[in-house]
């Protein structure tokens, strides 16, 4: 049997996998009928592994053989530099580098390369987020088109020219959407929280300076792609209709004399320690809504609590079946959604939840979010709660790995944090093991009503009595600028 035939026989074996995992654990009836937990036999899976293989200037590379059915292919380039290599006095270097990428190669300009892409039925993407430990470009498209695919992609990632007209009309652009920005509360209510948590580390940004846009030069862009764009500082990942022995010459002739270099240290920043709680209040004189946003700091993505907060935000808030949202909206009307999320990158992550509510009933939503985070905090989750919610965890994760793209992060993710080889075999049984005293110890860690931060965007003379209620008030401006000070109970 050679490997592309056993590679599709493999994909074929998960799927049916997924199909009965999802049908056991998402059932209707079994929703309805509180069944026994599932045996932990039943969730074992193994999940075919990419091949792997180092060029001699250290660039990696992992193929994820004929895993996607369709003839198709997902490609991405990890760059193991993002934002946390920038600059101190200069955020969204990385960022700006990546967005020019594409715009101008040696060979190529900006519009070659998008009607060359349009023509072969692709794509090409490349991002930096300002708190990211990598930079990723992405291409993908028919298995077909591969070689001319990747012919275009080695180009923008190795020969960049960062033509200065081209970052000219990025610039403009970049400018007016961070005007914009400061009119979407979502966007003010993000942007204080995370600099209330993390202060001047580089995830207290949520959009780069203004400052350093405009004084951020060409010559700034070639600096950090010559000094992080390295062979041995990436990772190359496929997946799709390709064997690693078809494409790895490929990637050779493409990559194979792309020069090594000295590998960046990227700077360990420095997380605050958490405040007291208080509330910021950014002031939107004649708001018809608040705005919500609370939180804490919470875990890193190889912290063993991951699976216990996973479960445990599930049922808070991380979908319309969770408390947050059957209380708010539900019962209590105050609004269209209330959602929780969480993040868990090499640094400490954040635990948030949010909503937007009418301006009258900000008190009443104020005390419904804290009553949900007492009530998970105090109280054990009852276990038909618990099993339904395991399930529709577990259902979704079968179901994402029909998608070449998660199928790519997840190969990603267990290579930057070094997780065990069988983390994603694993992964259901990690779901179902959680138990509901696992979820209240996480809950009671990092839920800390002692130091929650709260921000809350809306009309200031309608609101901030309401606010005052439930902590010490900061006023500020839609600029981010405080007005005022020190408020007590």
């Known amino acids: 049997m050679n490997l592309q035939t056993r590679s599709r026989r493999n994909g074929k074996e998960f799927f049916a996998f997924a199909l009965a995992v999802v049908l056991l654990w998402s059932s209707p009836i079994a929703a309805q009928k509180q069944a026994p937990p599932v045996s932990k036999e039943i969730l074992k899976v193994k999940l075919p592994k990419a091949k792997e293989a180092t060029l001699k200037n250290g660039l990696r590379v ?28 200069q955020r969204g270097l990385a960022n700006f580098t990546a967005a020019l990428l594409r715009e101008g190669t040696k060979t190529r300009s900006s519009l070659a390369i998008a009607e060359q892409i349009e023509s072969l039925g692709a794509t090409l993407s490349a991002s930096s987020d300002l708190a990211s430990l990598t930079t990723t470009i992405t291409t993908s498209g028919l298995a077909q088109n591969f070689d001319r695919a990747l012919d275009i992609f080695a180009e923008v990632i190795r020969q ?111 997380i605050p320690v958490p405040a007291a709680t208080k509330i910021y209040l950014i002031d939107r004189p004649g708001s018809v809504q608040t705005a919500i946003q609370l939180g804490n700091l919470g875990i890193t993505r190889t912290d063993a609590d991951y699976f216990a907060l996973l479960v445990m935000d599930k049922i808070v808030g991380n979908d319309p079946s969770a408390r947050l949202f059957k209380n708010l909206r539900e019962a209590n009307g105050y609004t269209y959604g209330a959602y929780s999320s969480f993040t868990s990158p090499k640094f400490r992550g954040v635990w948030q939840a ?41 259902g979704s994760f079968a179901l994402s790995l029909e998608q070449p793209q998660t199928l790519l992060q997840n190969l990603i993710t267990q290579k930057l944090y070094d997780l065990p080889v069988d983390y994603w075999d694993t992964y259901p049984q990690k779901v179902a093991g959680v138990s509901a005293a696992d979820v209240q110890r996480v809950a009671q860690k990092y839920l800390d009503l002692a130091h929650l931060q709260i921000v809350a965007v809306g009309d200031a003379a309608k609101i901030r009595e309401a606010l005052a209620k439930y902590g010490t008030v900061e006023d500020y401006d839609s600029e981010g600028k405080i007005v005022k000070a020190g408020s007590s109970k």
């Open 160 to 270: 960049p020219v960062f033509p200065a007209e081209e970052f000219e009309k990025y610039k403009t652009r970049a400018l007016s959407q961070l005007q914009l920005q400061r009119a979407n509360p979502k966007f003010l209510t993000q942007e204080r929280f995370s600099r209330t948590l993390y202060g001047d580390h580089p995830a207290g940004f949520v959009a780069p300076p203004i400052d350093s846009l405009k004084k951020t030069t060409v010559a700034d862009l070639k600096r950090f792609h010559a000094a992080h764009y390295l062979p041995n500082n990436a990772i190359l990942a496929v997946v799709g209709q390709v064997t690693l022995k078809e494409i790895l010459p490929k990637i050779e002739r493409q990559f194979g004399d792309w020069q090594r270099g000295v590998t960046p240290q990227t700077e360990t920043h420095a």
């Open 62 to 89: 992992m193929a994820l053989e004929g895993y996607n059915q369709l003839p198709t292919f997902t490609m991405q380039m990890v760059i193991l530099s993002g934002g946390l290599s920038d600059p101190a006095n």
């Open 354 to 394: 949010s909503s937007e509510v009418r301006t009258e009933v900000t008190d009443g939503a104020m005390k419904e979010f804290l009553y949900e985070l007492k009530r998970i905090r105090e109280s054990q989750v009852p276990s038909d709660e618990l099993e339904n919610v395991k399930r529709a965890l577990i």
